[in-house]
């Protein structure tokens, strides 16, 4: 079956650090999303792709980035990680931009602590 | 940006209760979604709403498009232990934008 996997699942890092979050999907997905999820904001948009070597800014993106060399992969990078980086991050995909319903599927997340 | 107020933060409630939650914003959205997200996964999609004043029902869940199109509510009826979760609802203002989360309801559900 067709799915979206991202790896680690758990990581803890220090401070300072660069770490890369994997997200990967089966689907042949057209765009794929970055979130972050902390308690008393929900799912909050970092990055997003349409396609690949498109990427664009979400609404919290500062000390991020994303690359997308190809479909199935949309990796994101802390380039410095930071205590308020410390969160649980899901990385999405959906069909096509030309869809009027943005109906997203969900990696399973990874849990992430900045020490 | 946008901001999604959903209501209320938690909720604990007996098996078989019926529970409600809503979602309302100072802006218009052309559509509303409602996701559940269980323990250690990620949110998966419940029911998609498109044209004001909808009702749409998913098994036992329910939920509505509010007419002024800046609100939504989602009705869970005969609640059952694997409701247990954190709902979340999520608007679309245009076709193409982004979608905006609101904070999520999380739901306990005693047996």
């Known amino acids: 079956d067709a799915e979206i996997t991202q790896s680690p699942r758990h990581k803890i890092t220090e401070t300072g650090r660069q770490v890369t979050l994997a997200c990967h999907q089966t689907?042949?997905?057209?765009?794929m999303f970055w979130y972050r999820q902390d308690l008393g904001h929900g799912l909050r948009l970092i990055h997003y792709s349409y396609g690949v070597q498109d990427t664009n800014k979400g609404e919290v993106s500062d000390g991020y980035s994303v690359s997308r060399s190809n479909t199935e992969d949309l990796p994101l990078t802390l380039e410095s990680a930071a205590s308020s980086q410390t969160s649980v991050y899901f990385c999405?995909?959906?069909?096509?931009?030309?869809?009027?319903?943005?109906?997203?599927?969900f990696g399973s997340g990874t849990q992430l602590s900045v020490l | 940006g946008q901001q999604l107020n959903q209501s209320p933060q938690s909720m604990f409630i007996q098996e078989g209760e019926d529970v409600s939650m809503n979602c309302t914003s100072s802006?218009?959205?052309?559509?509303w979604l409602w996701y559940k997200q269980d323990p250690g996964e990620g949110p998966v999609l419940l029911i998609a709403l498109y044209k004001a004043g909808e009702l749409t029902s998913n098994g036992r869940l329910t939920a509505q498009f509010g007419i002024t199109r800046k609100d939504s509510f989602l009705n869970i009826s005969a609640s059952i232990p694997s409701d247990v979760g954190i709902y979340f609802c999520?608007?679309?203002?245009?076709?193409?934008?982004?979608?905006?989360f609101g904070e999520g309801t999380q739901l306990t559900v005693n047996p």
């Open positions: 999405a995909s959906s069909r096509d931009r030309g869809d009027s319903i943005e109906k997203l599927f």
């Open positions: 802006s218009i959205f052309n559509t």
């Open positions: 689907w042949n997905h057209n765009n």
């Open positions: 999520a608007g679309q203002q245009t076709s193409g934008s982004r979608l905006t």
